[in-house]
């Protein structure tokens, strides 16, 4: 499965690990992704998306039913 946030969009980044001898060595940055369960009104039953923690927080914020019509008319 893919390690990116479908409402933060991130995914992982690429540099350098850098030594007190700054010898560089190649390092991906994974994104802080979890798996979470949201109660969906509409629907009637938990919808469970791998996602961001600061998408954890933005779906709290503006409620998970924003997300889910975001999602559908982009998908159209």
């Known amino acids: 499965m893919s390690k990116n946030c479908i409402i933060t969009k991130k ?6 690990n850098r030594s007190h001898a700054l010898n560089a060595t190649k390092k991906k940055f ?15 039953r938990f919808i469970r998306i791998k996602i961001s ?3 954890i927080r933005t779906i709290e914020k503006k409620g998970i039913e924003f997300f889910i019509e975001k ?3 982009k998908g159209k």
Not at 30 to 44: G, I, R, V
């Open 53 to 55: 923690n600061k998408g």
């Open 30 to 44: 994974l994104p802080n992704l979890q798996y979470h369960k949201f109660w969906s009104e509409k629907k009637k």
């Open 11 to 16: 995914k992982p980044m690429f540099g350098n």
């Open 71 to 73: 999602i559908i008319k």
